[in-house]
């Protein structure tokens, strides 16, 4: 492959890299995926003696690197808010993501009833998750585990099942079982550490013990 051909190939790469990254909704996503694009851009402005091009797209990775950093690197504030099944900000929060919602869970649709367990899960302050459980006897079913798009890194969830089991063990819950839902939320509950109580039927529930 000549050297020309390769530098176009590099430029159009680079240039979808950077497209792709303004799709994300997930601002560390967007930040990757940009960094990889900006990069790129670099090197082929070096390439092509367009130093403007490389100039402008090496600050962008400086800059992506920063907030990468601070991403990545600054502790985050996490804490679970319980409210009322039939809570008014509940019910705002639920029509707003609605669609967003229906796209992990389809068969999702909210019923207050007392003895739920609603939680919102906070990321400095902000509502960044919802989880909506019904308890029976010492197993939790999960109702709705949602976060909104600019949250999905697994921090909440790891936060929610991982850091604060100890919430679920002093309501006498020793295990948390959730349907699969679409194929993301399904890799999402592996992730989480849940296993199929079926391996063999794609419908079956997963499971997650609280150790």
């Not at 176009?8 to 240039?15: K, R």
């Not at 985050?76 to 669609?99: D, I, K, N, T």
């Not at 389809?106 to 019904?134: C, K, N, S, W, Y």
């Amino acid at each position: 492959m000549q050297a020309q051909s390769f530098y176009e190939i590099l430029g159009y790469v680079a240039s979808v890299l950077v497209a792709v990254s303004l799709m994300m909704s997930s601002i560390l996503r967007l930040r990757l995926i940009n960094l990889v694009g900006s990069l790129a851009f670099t090197v082929y402005g070096l390439a092509i003696h367009a130093y403007p091009v490389a100039a402008v797209n090496g600050l962008i990775v400086l800059i992506n690197l920063y907030y990468l950093y601070r991403m990545l690197g600054t502790k985050e504030f996490f804490r679970l808010l319980r409210v009322e099944p039939g809570s008014e900000y509940l019910r705002f929060f639920l029509a707003y993501h609605a669609a967003e919602i229906g796209r992990f869970l389809p068969d999702f649709a909210h019923t207050p009833a007392d003895g739920q367990l609603t939680l919102f899960v906070l990321r400095d302050m902000m509502p960044a998750g919802l989880f909506i459980g019904e308890q029976d006897g010492s197993r939790l079913c999960v109702t709705l585990d949602f976060v909104i798009p600019q949250y999905r890194d697994f921090k909440i969830g790891r936060y929610l099942f991982r850091e604060q089991a100890a919430f679920f063990r002093e309501r006498g819950i020793s295990e948390i079982v959730s349907d699969p839902g679409n194929a993301q939320h399904e890799a999402y509950l592996r992730k989480m550490g849940f296993v199929p109580s079926d391996p063999s039927n794609r419908a079956a529930a997963y499971r997650l013990a609280i150790g």
